[in-house]
């Protein structure tokens, strides 16, 4: 059975309430006994409740499970002892993460996967499926791309638990790719206007989880991801490049953690109906040929409940191949689009 830890999290959440309302067996899991049962009362489902501190006792939550999907963020914190224990278990692994250290580390546990016959599918949300199958389908139309730049608009507002791995990740600062290897530049290092299909709109570089995985999918080594920002958000990222040091600072951190966990759980139910998301991609060539597309996806959350759960009932049946797989690579470049409410174009 499918595990779904971190269950009562606002997308873990998400995730089990639509697998619930397809009548998908599901087990739901998370470090809160109390929080756990009550979600998993409401929907009929079982449950287990344990933390990711010892070995034995997440070896136990493991126990016939056929694959877990981790939806318990900041990840930097609890991927890699369920990948550990996954590993052990042989079992496959699930997560939703866009942060790009993690995506790396499970990239680099590929011959460990592989030896224990599981699969790794790390990045199974918002961040970085659409834009991963994208990469893939830009990647395709031109072979020869040296270069790849990606750009999303956020089209929605960002949940507790995305603003707190944010603040965690910030002092970070961004990164690109250059020559296949990670780059660290400033926050908000370039700008660029890009068309998302509604006109342009200015976007800057982020530290996006495809920074990382659409190298491992296209192997383009040259590789900058974008966001659409409003003027003013453009100016306070310049303002705070200098933060960097001062949100590392715990006092600093503690304070805007506070504020945030006062903050709604996520967007509601109406906003992430209405809402969409856009994705743009370039693949440049050193021959100064180019080629474009763009993506409609739903809303940011929505869509990642859709993908973590269809790629983690996937990989619960067998049908994902062991090893470390970015989405695209363990399902192809059209995939997302079988999704509803998904569209692509090319647009030269
Ligand atoms: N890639 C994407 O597209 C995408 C989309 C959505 C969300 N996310 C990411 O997913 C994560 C969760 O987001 P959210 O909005 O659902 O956050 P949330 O509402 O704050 O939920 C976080 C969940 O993780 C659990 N958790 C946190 N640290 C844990 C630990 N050390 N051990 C065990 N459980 C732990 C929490 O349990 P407690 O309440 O007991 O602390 C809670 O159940 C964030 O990192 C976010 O950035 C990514």
């Known amino acids: 059975m499918l595990l779904i830890y971190g ?7 998400l995730v089990a309430r639509r697998a619930a309302a397809q009548g998908i ?20 489902r079982p449950h287990r409740a344990f933390g990711l501190e010892d070995p034995a006792a997440l070896g136990a939550g493991l126990e016939g499970v056929s694959a877990v999907l981790n939806c318990a963020g900041p ?5 890699a002892p369920l990948v550990d224990a996954c590993l052990r278990a042989r079992v496959p692994y699930l997560d939703i993460t866009g942060e790009i250290a993690v995506l790396e580390a499970c990239a680099a546990r590929d011959q460990a996967a592989r030896a224990a016959g599981i699969a790794l599918v790390p990045g199974s949300g918002f961040d970085v499926v659409p834009s991963d199958c994208l990469a893939a389908h830009v990647a395709h139309r031109l072979p020869s791309a040296t270069r790849l730049v990606l750009a999303f608009t956020a089209g929605t507002r960002m949940s507790r638990g995305t603003a707190l791995t944010a603040i965690e990740n910030a ?4 990164l690109v790719r250059r020559g296949g290897a990670l780059r660290p530049v400033p926050s908000g290092w370039r700008t660029r206007r890009i068309d998302f299909g509604q006109g342009p709109r200015a976007a800057i570089t982020v530290p996006w989880g495809d920074v990382a995985t659409a190298y491992h999918t296209t192997g383009i080594p040259d ?13 306070g990222l ?11 600072s715990s006092a600093v951190r503690r304070r805007l953690e506070a504020r945030v966990r006062r903050g709604p759980r996520g967007p509601s139910a109406d906003e992430r109906a209405r809402r969409e998301t856009r994705l743009w991609a370039e693949a440049a060539n050193d021959a100064g040929r180019a080629v474009h597309a763009r993506m409609r996806t739903p809303e940011a959350y929505e869509l990642t409940s859709m993908t973590a759960l269809d790629l983690a009932q996937r990989a619960a049946r067998g049908e994902l191949p062991p090893g470390f797989h970015t989405p695209a690579r363990a399902c192809g470049r059209d ?6 409410g998904v569209s692509r174009d090319d647009v030269d």
């Open 7 to 13: 269950a009562y999290g606002y997308t873990g959440e």
């Open 25 to 44: 067996d599901v087990m739901l899991g998370g470090r809160s006994a109390q929080a756990v049962a009550a979600l998993a009362a409401e929907l009929g």
């Open 75 to 79: 990840f930097s914190r609890t991927a």
């Open 171 to 174: 002092p970070g600062g961004g």
């Open 223 to 235: 590789i900058e991801v974008y966001v659409a920002v409003p003027l003013l958000v453009r100016a």
């Open 238 to 248: 310049r303002l705070a490049r200098g933060l960097g040091p001062l949100l590392a």
């Open 335 to 340: 995939y997302i689009l079988s999704f509803p």
